[in-house]
């Protein structure tokens, strides 16, 4: 009989994380990795990637490097066939690559909008749908974990085209779930709260811990290794009864 604990190991399976090489996505990698995950990181700047991966090496585990350009088609599928070539067929997929563009929607340019919907939001459909491809060609069920964000259920000033991508992200998670589940694939995301990334590391320096105080309960930003216990619930066989879940 598995043990309670025993369902959070991943032990022997191939986890693909996009945007692996700072922030939530190297702690999303490090996490999977100490799970038991063999893990392929994925995004544009290798050097990033090249720490993350010598950070799991380290620790023991088993990392390789990956270029990729979520908003580029060609690079997505060439990112998963890389990925089965040298490690199988992805089990998980975090769908994590995303970017912001601070600006009220009076000022915002159609350039900057493109190129945040394109990587927070399409991105995430094309790196979605390209590994669930690949799972049901390769007859093994998988999750899928989309990282939205809190600003997907709600609202702030200056952040109109991430709040819409992220909202999206939210409804394309349930769409797809819906339509997976047949496959064996779960499809879930995490919405986090705020934790300090080179997303937003500029507006903490400008004074967004006073906003955090006052409008979180807990009056403080998250730790990175908080965010570690839900991502696990998601990817692993704890949470093989949930999908379609925020």
């Known amino acids: 009989m598995t043990g309670a604990l025993d369902r959070f190991r991943i032990d022997g399976k191939v986890a693909l994380v ?45 990392a390789i490097c990956t270029d990729l350009d979520v908003t580029d088609p060609l690079m997505v599928t060439s990112c998963v066939r890389e990925v089965q070539s040298e490690l199988g067929t992805p089990d ?76 999206g992200v939210i409804q394309l998670t349930k769409a797809m779930a819906l339509e997976w589940t047949r496959n064996g694939i779960r499809v879930n995301a995490l919405a986090p709260g705020y934790f300090v990334t080179e997303i937003n590391e500029a507006a903490f320096e400008q004074g967004a811990h006073e906003m955090v105080k ?11 290794g908080e965010i570690s216990g839900p991502l696990l619930l998601l990817a692993s066989d704890a949470g093989s009864y949930m999908t379609g879940n925020i």
């Open 92 to 167: 998980i997929l975090v769908n994590n690559a995303g970017i912001a563009r601070q600006a009220f929607l009076t000022d915002i340019s159609e350039e900057d909008w493109d190129a945040v919907l394109d990587t927070n939001l399409k991105g995430v459909f094309m790196m979605a749908q390209a590994t669930a491809k690949a799972m049901i060609m390769a007859g093994k069920p998988g999750s899928i974990i989309n990282i939205a964000s809190i600003l997907g259920l709600g609202v702030s000033k200056a952040l109109g085209s991430y709040i819409a991508a992220k909202s």
């Open 214 to 224: 006052q409008h979180v309960p807990m009056a403080r930003v998250g730790d990175m």
């Open 18 to 62: 996009t945007g692996a090489g700072s922030g939530l996505g190297r702690q999303f990698a490090l996490t999977l990795a100490e799970a038991g995950a063999s893990v392929a990181l994925a995004a544009r700047r290798r050097e990033k990637l090249k720490e993350t991966a010598a950070l799991i090496e380290e620790a023991g585990g088993k």
